[in-house]
């Protein structure tokens, strides 16, 4: 089976939406990479750290996942990451209430020994040094070095986060940190511009473009009765792009398509309820009925003669 590194926070979220509003939860980017990647075939390992108040109930779930938890180190005197967002109603633009990096501030991060042969590494949102840290540790340059990030980090250690995106072969990233980090308005432009700053492939979640060269694709976003809770959206769309190429071991632009259309499948799940609650219950068949929803939205026959 192939192996899957994912680095990211495991955290706490504290979410308000016109819906509702929670307290704590289970949260975090890795947390929700591992729950999409976890619908495919791979054997995935999360590193990351949490403090001495994170339930062991939690990190259960993951392991009942069969997520590998060896890489989660529990600092016993500190307090896990917290996060805490407040959705407009447009349910699309939130407000970052609180980031309390607590553990992560000085967290060093320790690959497991039997995972450092994986083939595929997932970089979810974290401090680029870790990322880094996670790249260096790997035995042989991995076939496919993913990477997700955020304003957060542009914001507060952009030159650290421009060296691993020399290192990585693709880009997850919204519109708008797209046009923070290249300074374009436009996504054609922004992603050459990314494209020279190493990644081979940008994708830009707005639906989904993926970019390869002059090669592009686009996959709308399925449209939903209901969203209830963004969060983790974009997590959720790169663990299940990232799981479902190394499940198939296939790197090229044509099989990328189809990890594009799992991962927006796979966010469509996540948006339906509060955090992670929705990931931890999805089933096969109502990944496959949705898949067939999605090629029918975007299947057409037009004679072009
Ligand atoms: P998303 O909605 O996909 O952008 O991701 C939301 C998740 O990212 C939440 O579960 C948060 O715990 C986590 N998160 C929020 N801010 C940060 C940050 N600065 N670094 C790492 N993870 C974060």
Known sequence: MSKLVI?????FDAIETPFGKTDKILGGAATFIGLA????NVDSSIVSVVGGDFPQEYLDLLSDKKIDISGIEIVKEGK???WSGLYHNDMNSRDTLATELNVLADF???VPVNYRDAKVVMLGNLHPLVQMSVIEQM?????L???DTMNFWMDNALDDLLKVIKKIDVITINDEEARQLTGEYSLVVAARKIHEMGPKYVVIKKGDLLFHNDDVFYAPALPLEEVFDPTGAGDTFA???AGYLAGTNDFSFENMKNAVIYGSTLASFCVEKFGTERMMNMTD???FDRLKQFKSLTQFEIELS
């Open 108 to 110: 060093n991060p320790v």
């Open 37 to 40: 990647a976890s619908h495919f």
């Open 80 to 82: 896990t990451f917290f």
């Open 239 to 241: 663990g299940g792009f």
């Open 285 to 287: 068949e109502e990944v």
């Open 139 to 143: 035995a042989e340059k991995p076939d």
């Open 145 to 147: 070095i993913v990477l």
């Open 7 to 11: 680095v990211g926070t495991v955290a």
